[in-house]
């Protein structure tokens, strides 16, 4: 099992669901992951999902799993996963430092 601590942003493409919308199926995978605890932050194309590299794994393949149970025939992913040893961080400590460098440019 891997022990590394990893952000993660994810972005679900159902295809062949007949409408542009994505709302429905955003929904269930938010709620998936609230579900189970993990820390989720959403923005306009996808969601960052930070913890242990296993559980965020794993909960990509529930999300596969959740849309799929709901109909969607074929889905693609594109994921993201960042690591490092360092520091911890959080989605929101990377926008705030580059906000508090805007301000002092």
Known sequence: MVSLNCLADVC??????GHASV???????????RELHLSTTLH??????????????DLIGQMHEKVHHHGVIRIQSDI????????????????????????NI
Do not use: N
């Open 12 to 17: 679900l493409i159902p295809i062949g669901t």
């Open 23 to 33: 709302l429905d199926e955003v929904t269930l995978i938010t709620q998936l992951a």
């Open 44 to 57: 306009s194309a996808g969601t960052t999902i930070e913890g242990p590299w296993s559980e965020v794994m």
């Open 80 to 103: 993201r996963v960042g690591t490092r040893t360092d520091k911890k961080q959080t989605p929101q400590d990377k926008i705030d430092i580059v906000e508090k460098k805007l301000k």
